[in-house]
Structure formats: C-alpha cells, structure tokens
C-alpha cells in the first residue's frame, strides 16, 4: 500500500520551463508577422514640382576685380552693376562668393554688403 505524504511540494519548474520556451518562441515570430490588410489609398492633386533656381556665383580676386559670370568689375563700380544685373535673378537663389585669402576682410564684408543690399537672401562664403 501506498503512503501519502500528509505535505505535498508543488513543483512548478517544469511549468515555468514550458512558459519561457512559448516566450522565446512569441519573441522570436512577433517580429516577422506582417499584417496585409488591402487599402485604398485617397487620390491626390498632382503639383508641379518646384525649380530650384540656379545659384550665382561672385568670384573676387587679390587685384580687388569682382567676377560675375563672363563680366569683370572693379570693387567701386561693382555695386551699380551688380544691382542692375541682380534684377535678372529671383532673391531666392543662393549666391556664393569666392574670395582671395590674402584680400582684406573690410574687401569682403563691402562685397558680402553689396549682394545683401540688393535684396539677395541666401549667401554663402565658399572656403577651401
């Protein structure tokens, strides 16, 4: 016959072992479940695509000659020119100034003043 023990030890560690192998398993395929649910997406408006306009180079060179483009200019009469020819271009575009290392930096900041004055938004200094 058999005796009973009158106190009886649950023994839960098989139980919590099946539990971690069922997470590891859910850890492991949560990742790759993808969900394809068919949508119908709203129709849009159909916009043109903006254009970038072109920037505009201004290159000084150690003489204190200001090239724009193919036009060459002495620092003194670069103002009235650069105003007239900035006109032509929209006040969005970027401009870029080239200037010789060994100029002064009072040369630079008229120039970099020049463009600023002419309604020009976007000026960069290009250094090496």
């Known amino acids: 016959m058999f005796k009973w023990d009158e106190n009886p030890d649950l023994n839960i560690t098989p139980f919590v072992d099946v539990m971690?192998?069922?997470?590891?398993?859910?850890?492991?395929?949560?990742?790759?479940?993808?969900?394809?649910?068919?949508?119908?997406?709203?129709?849009?408006?159909?916009?043109?695509?903006?254009?970038?306009?072109p920037?505009?180079?201004?290159?000084?060179?150690?003489?204190?000659?200001?090239?724009l483009g193919?036009?060459?200019?002495?620092?003194?009469?670069?103002?009235s020119a650069f105003i007239l020819k900035a006109s032509s271009y929209s006040a969005d575009s970027d401009v870029f100034i080239r200037a010789d290392r060994s100029l002064r930096y009072a040369d630079v900041i008229l120039l970099l003043k020049i463009i600023k004055e002419s309604g020009f938004r976007h000026v960069s200094l290009i250094t090496e």
Do not use: C, H, W
């Not at 000084?60 to 000659?65: L, P, Y």
């Open 70 to 79: 193919s036009n060459v200019y002495e620092l003194k009469s670069f103002a």
């Open 20 to 53: 971690l192998v069922l997470m590891a398993i859910l850890m492991v395929t949560a990742p790759t479940i993808v969900y394809q649910e068919k949508i119908t997406l709203p129709s849009g408006t159909k916009s043109n695509q903006t254009r970038k306009n």
């Open 55 to 67: 920037p505009l180079t201004i290159r000084m060179d150690r003489k204190r000659r200001v090239y």
